[in-house]
């Protein structure tokens, strides 16, 4: 039988997505590209689009497995593709830089070798350029948390485009709160920024104690799982503490910390 050349196209790119799902592990699927790549230059070409496969997932994850470069005209693979490959944690640390305590959480990480990804608020960052320059210098990465941490789905449009445009400079940008839509994944996308969520959220901004932080990392490790902590906002010696005894514990579990490609 001949299929017309219509059809033998439809039939090559079932193939295709076929093909991709396949390769792709249940445990790298791109569950969230559809808050990740919303539009713009930043997301891939539709041939590596698997929209079907984050249309299906009701939880938000971070990796699309693979990306195009900015220009949007050659498809490559990303070091997203790394984040499970082995005993891979992401510490990630919002709300500062702040005088205080970003230098606490960096003097742990130091400790133990780890690095980490500051999700900095913009107006911080303008206020303590030489703690965001000490962050990038010890190997951690910086990502945009806003200029003012609002709640973005309740702002219009062009504020919401002050929000996200007057942060940090970074590929990857988190929304306060978790309060995100398909605009503020878009206008993140025209930004040239990734929407980074997380796995693990340790409560630690309730202050639950340094034992409760502790428990919340370490139940919630596990090979590439991005785990939220706050360094800025208000007193974080309770997380700083339990930093300090969970890369004790997840180090000697065979654990590495790395900072997510920022
Ligand atoms: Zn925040």
């Known amino acids: 039988m001949t299929l017309p050349p219509g059809k033998l196209f439809l039939v090559a790119a079932i193939l295709f ?20 790549v919303a539009s ?30 900015r220009t949007g005209s050659t498809a490559v693979a990303d070091d997203w593709t790394l984040a499970n490959d082995g005993k891979v944690l992401y510490l990630t640390f919002d ?42 210098r010890q190997g ?8 003012d941490h609002p709640m973005l789905t309740h702002l219009p449009l062009k504020r919401i485009r002050e929000e996200i445009f ?8 988190r929304p306060p709160y978790r309060d995100t839509n398909a605009t503020v994944a878009a206008v993140a996308a025209a930004n040239h920024q990734r929407q980074i969520l997380w796995d693990v959220d340790t409560n630690d901004w309730e202050k639950p104690g340094a034992a409760a932080i502790e428990h919340e990392i370490l139940r919630g490790a596990r090979p590439g799982a991005i785990i939220l902590m706050h360094d800025g906002g208000g007193t974080r010696t309770q997380t700083v503490a339990a930093l300090d005894r969970a890369l004790t514990k997840l180090t000697a579990r065979g654990y590495t910390f790395r900072a997510l490609p920022c």
């Open 17 to 36: 997505v076929a093909a991709l799902a396949q390769t792709a592990g249940p445990s790298s699927l791109p569950a969230s590209a559809d808050h990740l």
């Open 95 to 136: 709300d500062g830089p702040q005088v205080t305590y970003t230098p606490q959480v960096l003097a742990v990480l130091a400790r133990h070798h780890a690095k980490a990804t500051f999700f900095v608020l913009g107006r911080e960052a303008a206020a303590h350029p030489e703690l965001v320059a000490l962050t990038r």
């Open 140 to 147: 951690h990465h910086i990502g945009n948390h806003t200029w």
């Open 40 to 69: 713009g230059p930043a997301g891939p070409p539709p041939s590596l689009k698997i929209s079907t496969v984050s249309k299906t997932s009701a939880k938000p994850v971070h990796r699309t497995g693979r990306k195009s470069q």
């Open 166 to 173: 007057s942060g940090v400079k970074s590929k990857c940008f």
